[in-house]
């Protein structure tokens, strides 16, 4: 029982380690990858590409930090009673910041990377907002499935 509990947290292992290997590149290396989503959404790059730079480093440190958020969830949903949901999520949440943190101290010693404060930030914003959707998915199925009984 105890195994099929540990293998709820194979899916943020997962993106854990997703996080670690995009955090490993470097600057130089990110960029070109931040550049073909920005060519594959708006064409050629134009004026306002380092806007759209932005919003698409952000975009993906927020929706990362999500999927961890909410697998992290998934995964404390096997442990304890059913009746400790704001645990789980505030859990999730700081779980999901102080991986972010990590990351950040990674990024400071890859060359063309920085150290930011305010991608911890949006980093656990995204962990609460995945922990947040995690936790509505499960109630809606929850309640599906005592509908069908």
């Known amino acids: 029982?105890?195994?099929?509990?540990?293998?709820?947290?194979?899916?943020?292992?997962?993106?854990m380690t997703v996080i670690f290997l995009f955090s490993a590149q470097t600057g130089d290396e990110s960029t070109v990858i931040s550049d073909g989503v920005i060519s594959a959404a708006a064409g050629e790059k134009n004026v306002g590409s380092e806007v759209l730079t932005v919003i698409v480093r952000k975009s993906a440190h927020f929706l990362e930090y999500a999927a961890l958020g909410a697998a992290v969830y998934f995964g404390l949903?096997?442990?304890?009673?059913?009746?400790?949901?704001?645990?789980?999520?505030?859990?999730?949440?700081?779980?999901?910041?102080?991986?972010?943190?990590?990351?950040?101290?990674?990024q400071y010693f890859v060359p063309g990377r920085a150290c930011m404060a305010v991608d911890v930030l949006i980093d656990t914003c995204g962990a609460m907002f995945g922990a947040a959707f995690m936790f509505l998915v499960i109630k809606f199925f929850d309640r599906l499935g005592k509908n069908d009984k």
Do not use: C, N, T
Request: charged share 30%.
């Open 77 to 106: 949903r096997g442990v304890g009673e059913d009746k400790r949901q704001g645990k789980r999520l505030l859990l999730s949440a700081a779980f999901g910041g102080l991986y972010a943190v990590s990351d950040e101290l990674h």
């Open 1 to 15: 029982m105890k195994v099929k509990k540990l293998l709820r947290f194979i899916p943020a292992l997962v993106i």
